[in-house]
């Protein structure tokens, strides 16, 4: 008569999840990567704007606060709602990523750019 055992883990089960935040270590992101995404944010934005500087002035640990230096596509609608519905985005896209707050953002526009419009590629 044969009676099915369990399989045994190969590796002992180790409680891979202290209770204490503090026990589980420190997760440091750097400037450069709040930077980045701020960017990537930027020109993955839907107000037609390119970033021509990003500053992070906040400290590791502390909700993010960043200077943001773009040039905009010349808006059809007020350029206040433009720099809202950018400071919007750049906030989600942050908080989403890097599991921060994002406590201020401040744009400053560089220049206004006229919309190119795109020419179909000729092969």
Do not use: N, W
Request: charge should be neutral.
């Amino acid at each position: 008569m044969s009676t099915a055992t369990t399989p045994r883990p190969v590796f002992p089960l180790v409680d891979a999840a202290p209770t204490d935040q503090r026990a589980r270590g420190a997760l440091l992101i750097q400037d450069r990567v709040v930077r980045r995404t701020a960017e990537r944010a930027v020109e993955l934005s839907e107000v037609g704007a390119s970033t021509t500087g990003v500053e992070v002035t906040s400290a590791e640990g502390e909700p993010i606060r960043l200077r943001i230096a773009v040039d905009v596509v010349y808006p059809d609608v007020p350029l206040t709602e433009v720099l809202d519905s950018l400071r919007r985005r750049v906030s989600r896209q942050l908080s989403a990523s890097l599991g921060r707050d994002v406590e201020r953002i401040d744009i400053r526009v560089d220049s206004l750019v006229q919309d190119q419009p795109r020419l179909p590629r000729v092969l």
